[in-house]
């Protein structure tokens, strides 16, 4: 399924681009080989390359010019050179930030950010140093597509530089983990969760190291140890492929995993309140709950998909042996469901609330922000002290760890690469603003979800960087405190990038085929987002 998902993000993209560019051409977007009336103003200084020059422009005419409503007179400096006829003038205009916008983007087109070139024609003479003319700009043409280009040249170097900046990391936690096994204390945890883990990974046995290396990512994603649980989670992976018997093709156990990771379950989404609180939101904080709703939403969804779609395909002349073999399952699935659906239909949700309103949010915020800080010091002082007391050579050990954590962070560039440069040319090429928004409101807006927060709902399983960077734009615009500000915020803690997740996780064990995964990864950032609507709409809307 990946591979479909991956060639119809390039295909819309380019053919996205494609469509905008041939647009912008048939309608003269970049007024190409149209004049803009102009006085010229030539300076006694002369310059190395001509003389120097001021280009006048009325507001009138800059607005006849690209249908703008400028009210002032636009003034551009820059360097002059008379043709050798003396009748048209070659200007090299320096763009400043107060320039318009639409000649900023001219200037962008070309190549740099505050060169323009353009060709005077003179119309007539004022004075000595003055001229009427008609000005013409640099031609403009296939935009789109460029930044097609430069962005895909540029994620791709990005993401070699995310796999490299992962060696570090993954060398120390995968060294610390290696001498944890060798001590005994990875089956210890596996043994203390076996209840609840042989449940959700009934493949792996219960002493398996992948059971406490899975325990451990987990528990540092919730933590918001983001540089802590993905070298675990890439351990864990590591570990899963040991037991699997189809190389190459995800099991059971690596989908429901990976379900847990897209799910992005967080007490501290740090990221998004550090965010609001630079955007000057009154109480930055006020997205730890709604956000701690959304991903818990999204955390039974995604489980409970990947349980749900692990059982199909249905063999032929086979459904009444699947349905007996499966109707536990089905049974405790539709119980769960009515029990959710009545929960808050009746309100019994919020008399729960009620019971732990002695519990104030900044106690609970302070509480984890302690726990997080310390966490990371922790681990490392009890595993490397427990290995110690086991009188394992933890020198050793660690560096045979930390050898296997720089082979993984290698092997998984070509996966990083091939899915972050699908994912930036889908972005620039438009097709998510001009082809999917479009489509997926006629869903979204029967449900109440405001339209300006659905670029913020898509991008945020394909792009953390993107997500970010669109989250901050909406609430510089509407304000972090309003309820599309808080909205926005609350999406960005109730997921996580599963296109960058599942790329990394399963090329770090050359998985190729995914199987149900990614069908169970954007069941559960569709059940993370309706949820944070919900939660936000009823206590904010």
Known sequence: ?????????????????????????????????????VLIQKSNVSAKTGFNVQVDISPQDYNKFCDAH???????????????????????????????????????????????????????????????????????????????????????????????????????????????????????????LRPITQRLFPEVPPDHPAIGSMVMNISANMLGLGNAATPFGLKAMEELDKLNPNKGTATNSMVTFLAINTAGMVFIPATAIAVRAAAGSSDPTIIIATSLFGSTCATIAGVTAAKVLEKFPIEKNAFGNWLKGNIKFLITLISLVVIVVLTFATGFSKLIGSWFSFISPSFFKDLITMVSTLAIPFLIFIFIGYGAIKKV??????????????????????????????IAIFRAGGAMHNWLIPVLRIVTDPLGMPAEALPMALMRPLSGSGSLGVMAEIMSVYGPDSFIGILVSTFFGSSETTFYVLAVYFGAVNIKNTRHALAAGLIADVAGMLGALFIVKLLFG
Request: proline share 2%.
């Open 393 to 422: 050579k933890v020198y050793e050990q660690f560096v045979e760890g930390a050898k296997e954590g720089f082979n993984i962070a290698i092997r998984i560039i070509p996966y990083l690469v091939a899915m972050l440069v699908a």
């Open 1 to 37: 399924m990946l591979n479909y998902v991956w060639f119809a993000l390039l295909f819309l993209g380019i053919a996205s681009a494609v469509y905008i560019d041939v647009s912008n051409i048939a309608d003269n977007t970049y007024r190409n080989d149209v004049p803009l009336k």
């Open 70 to 192: 400028e009210k002032s007179e636009i003034i551009i400096s820059g360097i002059g050179s008379f043709s050798n006829d003396k009748k048209s003038i070659k200007l090299y205009l320096t763009v400043s930030q107060s320039s318009p916008e639409f000649i900023r983007m001219l200037a962008g087109a070309s190549g740099k950010d505050n060169d323009l070139l353009a060709n005077a024609v003179i119309l007539s003479k004022v004075d000595s140093t003055s001229y009427f003319a008609n000005l013409y700009f640099e031609k403009v043409s296939f935009l789109t597509m460029k930044k097609v280009t430069n962005d895909s040249i540029e994620i791709a170097g990005t993401a070699v530089q995310i796999a490299l900046g992962l060696i570090g990391i993954m060398a120390m936690w995968l060294g610390i983990m290696k001498v944890a096994e060798e001590a005994g204390l990875i089956k210890i945890i596996a043994k203390v």
